[in-house]
């Protein structure tokens, strides 16, 4: 499981494996803001129907700031 992120954008993913394969999300579910306070999360489904990744377009009003900052996701040893 990882974070993918860029400082600055709105977008993040959450992948929920190691790696997501070309073409291997099947089927993506727009959840209604309305369900969400607000905000716009998508979450990404494999053929088997497992959930492989939840997409976060508005990550900067969606998450908090720590999630958001590489140095607390991956602090230096």
Known sequence: MHWQHNRGDAFAYLCLKR???AGEVKTTVALLPTQVRGHQINLD?????RLVGIEFMDA???LPPEVLD???L???K
């Open 19 to 21: 790696e997501i394969q």
């Open 70 to 72: 590489p140095d607390t």
């Open 74 to 76: 991956y602090p230096e």
């Open 45 to 49: 489904f494999d053929a088997e129907d």
């Open 60 to 62: 900067m009003d969606a």
